[in-house]
C-alpha cells in the first residue's frame, strides 16, 4: 500500500544558479572534483550549494574527455540590487572551483548553460590565480583562460552562464522505520536523478530547519514540532503523527519550476511506495521563504 500524500504544499524560492562541465582524465579525480565542490550546502549560510546533475562520456564534453555537469546556486537577496548577489555567487562559487576543482589534476571546466541571461568573467576570481602568469586561448571554440600551475595546467572556460531558477523545493516522507529512511530516500534520489535540470543538494537531509531561531548567529535552527525525538517534551503542540519515528527530507533546486515538479513527483512516487512510509509531507512557512507554494496533491492530478 502506498504512503498517503497530505494535503499540503512546498515553499520554494528563486534562485540565480550556473550550469558547468567538469571534465578530467581520471574517473576518480573526476568525482573526487564534481562531489567536493558541490558537498557542501550552503544556501542559509549566505553562500552557494550545488550538485551534480549528470555525468558524461567522452563524446558528450568539449574536450573528448570524461566529465560532470554540475550546477552552483546562490539565493537573492531581495533587499539588494540583483547586481550583489551576482557578486556573492561569483565569488562564492570561486571559492569552489579554486579549492575544490582547480588542485585536481588535469581538471578543466567549461560553460554548459544553454540560455543564459547574463555572464560571469571568471579572470578576476579565478584567472588570478595565475598571478598576473595566466594567459588567454581559444580551444574547442571556446574562450579559455589558461591557469599555469605546478602540474600543468587548469583551463577555464572564462565566460560561465547563469541565470534564475527555483530552489529549495522538497518534500519529506515519514517513516516508521530506519531502514525506510534509506530504502526510500535512495529509491527517491534515484529517480530524480533522470530528471534533467535539477539537483539534490543535500542527498538524503535528516535536519529540516525553520526561519525563527533563537540563535540567529548559527543561522536556521531546527524545524522543532517535527523532531520524533521532541514529541514526549512538546506535547500538544508537537506536529508528529503517532508510530512516525523519523522525518527525513529531499530538498530540490531545479533550473525551471516545471523541471522540480517533475522531479518532486517522481522522488515522492518513488518514496511513497517503499515499505516503513506512511505518508509525505513538505516543509512550508507560511510564504516567509519562497515565492513558490508547490501542492503535493496538485502535482499527481
Partial sequence: MKAE????????????????IVTADDEKILRSAAKDATATPSIALGRVEGGVEEWLSSKDTPDGRIGAIIQFWGAIDGKKPLQASLRKLKREMSYRIRQDILVKPFTALFDDLPHPIGKLDMMESVGHCGDGFEWETQLYGRDIIVVPIMVPDFLIERHIGYARGVMGANFWYLCETKKAVIVAGEAALKAINNVEGVVTPFGICSAGSKPETKFPQIGPTTNHPYCPSLKKKLRETSNVPEGIRYIPEIVIDGTTLNAVKTAMKVGIEAARSTSGVRSISAGNYEGKIGQHKISLRELFP
Fill in 5 to 20: 500524500i497530505e494535503e499540503t504544499y512546498a515553499e520554494a524560492f528563486d534562485g540565480l544558479f550556473s550550469r558547468v
